[in-house]
């Protein structure tokens, strides 16, 4: 796992450079890190370090492998709003997939709030079919809500009874120590992820148990 301390640029599926990186960290933060980087005083990592210290917003990159084109996701960290969002990236460069944790204890617990979940039209284009957005609470309540962007519909669901949510929590991590914020399984109440729905038809294929029987008609 390699860590980059720089913003990910979706609309061009690349890294931002190190100065537009801490440029944008500045107008969250209002800090002036930015003519350091610029005259190669400080790097867009020692900045990051500096800010996770003191309670301010930055983001990084996690890539599986060196030669990798896409990161396996990227994260944004925003202590003034107790918001930590991890977005996963997949081989076509796209965000099908996001968790975004909040703080919700006087130790920094994290607790995964929100869930997005984009399923595309074909293995490469930019064009959703849907997408999913999963609502949890602490209680263990869950609900849903459908995008449909092929039939421009939007469909609701809330769950009548609670679920298990204790695998919905993670610890604060520690500056550099982010391998288990940003792992993709999870003990989640629910199977959610793209493609796990199982709903193509064939009955050699089970259904996802939570979501209601036709969660998925046009």
């Not at 537009?20 to 933060?29: A, I, M, Y």
């Not at 997939?97 to 709030?113: A, P, Q």
């Not at 962007?149 to 669901?157: C, F, G």
């Not at 919905?168 to 391998?179: D, Q, R, T, V």
Request: a negative charge.
């Amino acid at each position: 796992m390699e860590i980059i301390f720089k913003t990910w640029l979706d609309d061009y599926k690349e890294l931002n450079t190190e100065k537009g990186t801490v440029g944008r960290w500045d107008l969250w933060n209002k800090t002036k890190y930015k003519p350091k980087v610029e005259r190669a005083e400080l790097t867009s990592e020692s900045v990051a370090r500096e800010n996770h210290s003191k309670g301010f917003g930055y983001e990084f990159c996690s890539f599986d492998g060196h030669d990798d084109q896409y990161p396996y996701c990227y994260v944004t960290i925003v202590p003034k709003n107790k918001h930590i969002g991890v977005n996963f990236i997949d081989g076509a460069g796209r965000n099908y997939l996001t968790y975004l944790f909040h703080e919700v204890k006087e130790d920094r617990m994290l607790f995964i709030r929100e869930i997005w979940c984009y399923h595309f039209t074909s293995g490469s284009g930019e064009n959703e079919d849907y997408r999913l957005h999963f609502v949890f609470d602490e209680e263990g309540n869950v609900n849903y809500r459908k995008y449909d962007e092929k039939n421009q519909k939007i469909e609701d669901y809330e769950s009548n009874r609670k679920f298990d949510i204790s695998g919905l929590y993670e610890a604060y991590p520690a500056f550099g120590a982010y391998k288990s914020l940003i792992r993709l399984d999870r003990d989640l109440p629910l199977d959610i992820f793209p493609g796990d729905d199982h709903t193509d038809g064939n009955p050699d294929h089970l259904k996802n148990p939570w979501l209601s029987p036709d969660w998925n008609k046009n």
